[in-house]
Structures are given as structure tokens and as C-alpha cells.
């Protein structure tokens, strides 16, 4: 029908638009407190999402609102096709800030993780009914990698599946 229609459209021109990094603003981003702030605004609505993430600056040049949308995909993403609780996790590896994403829902099959992340990827049929073109992972790709980071999809611990994000932190200041 006609809305969905226009919701599929929206979605194919935020698409477009997020992955277009000539349009990024880059600025030193502190991802603690960035995410902190991110999550919350997700908290205060009564989403079940928690944060684990170091009491140290990980500070990456980014665009805050790509990472923005970045993040509010993964964790949309998680609600709708995974099951709460969402947990989200921020840590340091050598000179990468490692963000993941993680759900307690059925998880994505290995050997179909590298189609999920293909734009308009649909891996199941109710996905068709709700008007959502599967852009959310290629769109958080893209993000990632227009900010020299990579996106892997992995199982987490409990099950469900688990996005993991890793971004390059921004030299340090001499």
C-alpha cells in the first residue's frame, strides 16, 4: 500500500544520504558519554537497553549523527528481529574502540550473515509485511566504514546475534 510505499522510499533516501561520507561532519566524538547520552535517550522511554562501557576516553573522529543513526539502527534492529534485553557494550582493543550490539533473540545463521548485510536483504518473510527494506545493517555498515571501522555479525553468548563495531580512536593529542 501507499505508506508503505513512502516508508520504503524514506528509507531508500536516508540510505543514500547516510552513506554518503562528503556529507560527514568529523569531530573528535568522546564515545562514553556520547553513547551514555544515546542510550539513555533509548532508557527513557522504557527500552530495555543496557550499557557496559569503560570509565576512560575513547575518542574517535567521527560524525555524530551517521553514528547516531548508526547505533539507533543496530539497537532498533535488535528490538524488532532480536529479543530484549539489548545490551550494549563499549571496550578498547589496541588502537580501536570495539562497539557491539547484542540481543537475546534467534540470531542470524552464519552462512546467511554476509546476505543480511546486503542492501534490501530480507531473511524472512515477516519482514516483507512491515514495509522494512532491510537497509538497517548495510546502512550501519557503510557508516562504519566511512569512518575507517569495519561491522561483523556474530553470535553472542546467549544466542541472539551480536554486531560488533570497531572504530578507529583518533590520535592522541601530543
Known amino acids: 500500500d501507499l505508506q508503505d ?3 520504503m522510499v524514506d528509507q531508500f533516501i536516508g540510505f543514500v544520504r547516510g552513506t554518503d561520507p562528503a556529507a560527514y561532519r568529523y569531530a573528535p566524538l ?3 558519554d556520547w553513547l551514555a547520552e544515546r542510550v539513555g535517550a533509548w532508557e527513557s522511554t522504557g527500552t530495555p537497553v543496557t550499557l557496559d562501557a569503560p570509565d576512560e576516553a575513547l575518542t574517535v573522529q567521527g560524525d555524530a549523527v551517521a553514528l ?5 539502527n543496530l539497537i532498533g534492529n535488535a528490538l524488532h528481529h532480536g529479543k530484549p534485553p539489548v545490551e550494549v557494550r563499549l571496550r578498547r582493543e589496541g588502537a580501536q574502540a570495539v562497539l557491539e550490539v547484542a540481543d537475546h533473540g534467534p540470531g542470524i545463521a552464519a552462512e546467511r550473515r554476509a546476505e543480511a548485510l546486503r542492501p534490501f536483504a530480507r531473511l524472512d518473510d515477516a519482514r516483507t509485511r512491515t514495509g522494512n527494506v532491510g537497509l538497517g545493517l548495510a546502512l550501519a555498515e557503510a557508516i562504519a566504514r566511512a569512518h575507517g571501522g569495519t561491522l561483523a555479525l556474530l553470535q553472542a ?8 563495531i570497531t572504530l578507529p580512536l583518533a590520535a592522541s593529542e601530543p
Do not use: E, K
Request: aromatic share 0%.
Open 30 to 32: 568522546a564515545l562514553p
Open 5 to 7: 510505499m513512502q516508508h
Open 157 to 164: 553468548g546467549q544466542g541472539g546475534l551480536l554486531v560488533r
Open 68 to 72: 547516531g543513526r548508526l547505533l539507533d
